[in-house]
């Protein structure tokens, strides 16, 4: 129970950041939409592992959107730069292997370069993701500096 009201409150705290409003009808449609997404992830919000710390992991993910912001920027810019110097490029598809052990982990890594302009992940499979890149890259650079970044922090 503990866990259900911790997640429905740190989601509508999200929700009223995002919307900026405290009108009646907003918070409606806020309290339905938080209490609807914490039915749905709050065992995952807060898992009940004992060798999970709260502090390391928040960390970690604090770290991770940051670099991940950093990233994004350089990721734009690249575009940027080649959409405005008219250079075609060589679009290609790159095998990445799997970089964590935590699908968690893994989910956020393959949907930040997703994220990035340029690149999608096209396929998921156990040991690797099969990604399609707007740029000519060599094999398992796509990400790799990201990764790595990540990987440093400590995250597994």
């Given at each position: 129970?503990?866990?259900f009201i911790?997640?429905?409150?740190?989601?509508?705290?999200?929700w009223i950041?995002?919307?900026a409003s405290?009108?009646r009808?907003?918070?409606?449609?806020?309290?339905?939409?938080?209490?609807?997404?914490?039915?749905?992830?709050?065992?995952?919000?807060f898992p009940?592992?004992?060798?999970v710390?709260f502090f390391q992991?928040?960390?970690?993910?604090l770290?991770f959107l940051?670099n991940?912001?950093v990233?994004?920027?350089?990721?734009?810019v690249?575009?940027?730069?080649?959409i405005?110097?008219g250079?075609e490029g060589?679009?290609?598809?790159?095998t990445l292997k799997r970089?964590?052990?935590?699908?968690m982990?893994?989910?956020?890594v393959?949907?930040?370069i997703t994220?990035t302009?340029?690149?999608i992940?096209?396929?998921c499979?156990?040991?690797?993701?099969?990604?399609?890149?707007a740029w000519?890259a060599?094999?398992?650079?796509?990400g790799?500096r990201?990764i790595?970044?990540v990987k440093?922090?400590?995250?597994?």
């Amino acid at each position: 129970m503990k866990r259900f009201i911790a997640a429905f409150i740190i989601l509508l705290c999200v929700w009223i950041l995002f919307t900026a409003s405290f009108n009646r009808e907003d918070l409606i449609v806020g309290v339905g939409a938080s209490i609807a997404v914490t039915l749905l992830a709050a065992r995952f919000m807060f898992p009940r592992r004992e060798d999970v710390r709260f502090f390391q992991t928040i960390t970690a993910f604090l770290f991770f959107l940051v670099n991940f912001m950093v990233e994004e920027v350089k990721a734009h810019v690249k575009m940027a730069i080649t959409i405005l110097k008219g250079d075609e490029g060589g679009a290609c598809y790159v095998t990445l292997k799997r970089p964590f052990r935590s699908e968690m982990a893994n989910l956020l890594v393959y949907n930040g370069i997703t994220l990035t302009p340029g690149t999608i992940v096209v396929k998921c499979e156990n040991r690797h993701a099969v990604v399609h890149s707007a740029w000519e890259a060599k094999e398992g650079k796509v990400g790799e500096r990201f990764i790595n970044s990540v990987k440093r922090r400590g995250i597994k």
